[in-house]
Each structure stands twice: as C-alpha cells, then as structure tokens.
C-alpha cells in the first residue's frame, strides 16, 4: 500500500511541476539529501522564476530572457515547408505527364480505322 501511496505522490507532483525532491520532502524524509545531484537551494535564494505579473506589459519592455527567438525556429520551418510543397508539386508533374502519355497512346491505339 504505501509503494502505490509513493507512486501516486510521484505522479501527482510530476503533473503538476514539482520533482522527486518535493515527494521526498511530502513522505518525510530528510529535505538535505542531494536528489539527482542537486544540493537543495539554501533557505531566502530566489527559486530562479520571474515574478508574476498581475498586468499587461508590452513584449518591448519584457526582460530578454522571456522573448522566444521565434525566427531562429519559424523560418526554417517555413523553408522546409515551402521545399516539400515544391517536391510534392514536381512530383505530381512527372505523374501527371506520365499519365498524359498513356493517354495519347491508347487513343493512338484505339483510334478509327485501326483494327487488330
């Protein structure tokens, strides 16, 4: 019973953003063993999250480290994109040109006046 009660301690505290650690701390073991080689924070040291804010704030006045380089990750996405459509558009002219070749052989073959 107390295997599953730690399982689902685990799995509640990975759902919602907490570690190992935190489920260490919950089944009262000792808070300073170093869990997966990380020593705990010392007592007032800043958790290393901003702070919330309660209000709009333009992304021009937001701190560096919350701006995504989005192009770093949007243009070559669209590249990508862009070439795979262009492979998929030639690919669908060499079939289509294929096709329309066995089209003018068969009416070649079946044409008036051609008998076998």
Same mark, same amino acid.
Not at 68 to 91: D, K
């Given at each position: 019973?107390?295997?599953?009660?730690?399982?689902? *301690? =685990?799995?509640?505290?990975?759902?919602?953003? @907490? @570690?190992?650690?935190? =489920? &260490?701390?919950?089944?009262?073991? !000792?808070?300073?063993? !170093?869990? /997966?080689?990380?020593?705990? *924070?010392?007592? /007032?040291? *800043?958790? /290393?999250?901003?702070?919330?804010?309660?209000?709009?704030?333009?992304?021009?006045?937001?701190?560096? =480290?919350?701006?995504? !380089?989005?192009?770093?990750?949007?243009? !070559? *996405?669209?590249?990508? =994109?862009? &070439?795979?459509?262009?492979?998929? &558009?030639?690919?669908?002219?060499?079939?289509? @040109?294929? &096709?329309?070749?066995?089209?003018?052989?068969?009416?070649?073959?079946?044409?008036? /006046?051609?008998?076998?």
């Amino acid at each position: 019973m107390r295997l599953k009660q730690l399982i689902s *301690a =685990v799995m509640m505290s990975a759902a919602l953003g @907490g @570690g190992l650690a935190t =489920v &260490v701390r919950a089944q009262g073991h !000792p808070a300073n063993i !170093p869990i /997966g080689g990380a020593a705990p *924070a010392p007592e /007032g040291a *800043a958790s /290393g999250q901003p702070k919330q804010l309660d209000e709009f704030v333009p992304i021009d006045q937001l701190p560096q =480290v919350e701006q995504i !380089p989005a192009a770093n990750l949007l243009i !070559p *996405a669209y590249a990508f =994109v862009w &070439v795979a459509v262009l492979a998929y &558009v030639i690919s669908l002219s060499r079939r289509l @040109g294929a &096709v329309e070749q066995d089209m003018q052989r068969l009416e070649k073959d079946i044409a008036p /006046g051609k008998s076998r």
